[in-house]
């Protein structure tokens, strides 16, 4: 069964800063992992994706996430943080490994980002 | 990627009664999906529908509870049936890109705000 992890409810960041979202995953075989964000009264929107090759995924808005086979993580990251990227984020999983598979969401991780 | 809408946005229905939730893409999809986000909670699938074949429904949903139609490959609805204050929820469709299986990323409507009384 495949399985996502995101460790903190809350992250608080000061505009300007740099900002970590973490992710963990476990599946069986070769894994397919995403990053969607929810603002307020608004469906997902799809931020990035990796499904091979380079670990270091670029993707809207400026994010980006880094994706470490070894510590099966996959953690969301921007070098500057804004205001506006105060939002409910979510770390998703496709197991390739078992074939058709669904996707699997971690259970979100607020941030907060104060002017 | 698609554009996805949803309706209604919202709905504040009573106990007992039934609401079904349209969603309609932009473009023709294979695979479309059916979330549920409790408040506060992550997102829980609760069926897969591909046009022209039965919906297949995750551990804990039922059809008679969560009907859902995929008349074509742009439509599907889902109802929520004999409804109870545990249904409110937001209810989310998602599609896939045409790619059979092997697709990548998911597109997700803006969700139906349902609150039950």
């Known amino acids: 069964a495949q399985s996502v992890a995101q460790p903190e409810d809350q992250v608080n960041v000061a505009e300007g800063n740099p900002l970590t979202v973490k992710c963990t995953y476990s599946?069986?075989?070769?894994?397919?992992l995403f990053w969607y964000v929810q603002y307020p009264n608004r469906g997902l929107q799809f931020l990035l994706k990796y499904i091979t090759g380079d670990n270091l995924v670029k993707g809207s808005y400026g994010f980006e996430a880094e994706f470490n086979k070894s510590q099966t993580s996959f953690h969301l990251k921007k070098p500057s943080a804004l205001v506006s990227d105060s939002a409910l984020y979510f770390c998703?999983?496709?197991?390739?490994?078992?074939?058709?598979?669904?996707?699997?969401f971690g259970k979100g991780t607020m941030l907060l980002v104060s002017p | 990627s698609a554009v996805i809408s949803q309706k209604p946005s919202r709905d504040i229905c009573q106990r007992g009664t039934s609401l079904t939730i349209q969603c309609q893409v932009d473009?023709?999809?294979?695979?479309m999906f059916w979330y549920r986000q409790q408040p506060g909670q992550s997102l829980t699938l609760i069926a897969t529908?591909?046009?022209?074949?039965?919906?297949?429904?995750e551990s804990g949903f039922v059809i008679d509870k969560f009907p859902i139609s995929r008349p074509n490959l742009t439509f599907s609805t889902l109802t929520v049936s004999n409804m109870s204050p545990e249904d409110s929820s937001i209810y989310l469709c998602s599609v896939a890109p045409n790619m059979g299986t092997n697709y990548n990323e998911q597109f997700f409507g803006p969700g139906t705000r349902l609150t039950v009384l």
């Open positions: 599946v069986s075989g070769n894994p397919y």
């Open positions: 473009s023709q999809v294979t695979m």
């Open positions: 529908a591909n046009q022209g074949s039965e919906a297949t429904y």
């Open positions: 998703a999983v496709r197991d390739l490994g078992s074939g058709y598979s669904t996707l699997t």
